[in-house]
């Protein structure tokens, strides 16, 4: 927007991808669309846990632009009772939906129940504790029809040793 000064430390477009060492059972293993940050807090979804519910139904008009696999997504542990949608036009980023609106221009479409959010301050923090990566995200990370596979996937996007990550069983200790 003209005149608005974007914060250079915003993450927000790009996606979290959990750290090792971070074993908090909301975010293991996790690669988190983060949709907002600003020094007012943080918001994302969780991209990468399919619940066993299926999507097609609960509204109706949108069952024919539902990205595979047509299931509701577990966004994050705040709100569970509150839907999020995102949808994309051709190849652009991901946006936010309003799902009680016209469908317009989408032509795909996530259902999510709850997000992702942070305090004022908290993301900035967590980042700087080195408990999330922060990786350039591509259009299809949302909408992927591999979502069991995409923590894996987005790790070998990841630059250096980084990289490594991907190659770490869910218990290291096991190894």
Known sequence: MPGV?????????????SAAHLIDPNFRR????????TPEGALGVVLNEPLDLDARGILEEWDHLLAQPPVVFRGGPVAPEVAIGLGRTGDGPP?????ED????I?????????????????????ADNDWHVVPAHPDDAFTDDPQGLWRGVVARMQGDDVLLST????????
């Open 168 to 175: 770490l069983p869910m218990d290291p200790r096991l190894n």
């Open 30 to 37: 996790t690669v988190v669309l983060v949709l907002e940050h």
């Open 95 to 99: 946006l936010i939906v309003d799902l």
């Open 107 to 127: 032509d795909v479409v996530r259902l999510f129940s709850g997000y992702s959010g942070w305090a004022p301050h908290q993301l900035d923090a967590e980042l």
């Open 5 to 17: 000064q974007e914060d250079p430390r915003s993450v927000a477009g790009s996606l979290l991808v």
């Open 102 to 105: 016209d469908i317009g221009e």
